[in-house]
């Protein structure tokens, strides 16, 4: 069993920034596969970021490539995401989820999920 808990979301303008945490429970956190997903009103939940669990690979959504930065430090059991040049169409709740097969950007696939948190970004 993991828990995840998600922390870091807020209201921001466009071209900010955020960084969201992730926080694992568990001692083997480095052998699961980490994934960030968002789901905005009315739309279906959205692959965004998966790091391996050793971190050596990384995979974007193109909607987020060059502008969105997945880390992770297993030490601390936590997976990060750091968000850069912010756009109104990046408001959603952002979720973390974890999945002990290899990486995938479907969320049916990831066997555990943090309750989410708020990112709004102001035109």
């Known amino acids: 069993q993991v828990q995840l808990v998600e922390s870091g979301g807020g209201l921001v303008q466009a071209g900010g920034s955020l960084r969201l945490s992730c926080a694992a429970s568990?001692?083997?956190?480095?052998?699961?596969?980490m994934g960030w997903f968002r789901q905005a009103p009315g739309k279906a939940r959205e692959f965004v970021a998966v790091i391996s669990g050793s971190g050596d690979t990384t995979y974007y959504a193109d909607s987020v490539k060059g502008r969105f930065t997945i880390s992770r430090d297993n030490a601390k059991n936590t997976v990060y995401l750091q968000m850069i040049s912010l756009k109104p169409e990046d408001t959603a709740v952002y979720y973390c989820?974890?999945?002990?097969?290899?990486?995938?950007?479907?969320?049916?696939?990831?066997?555990?999920w943090g309750q989410g948190t708020q990112v709004t970004v102001s035109s």
């Open positions: 989820a974890a999945d002990v097969s290899s990486a995938s950007i479907l969320p049916y696939e990831y066997d555990y």
């Open positions: 568990g001692r083997t956190f480095s052998y699961y596969t």
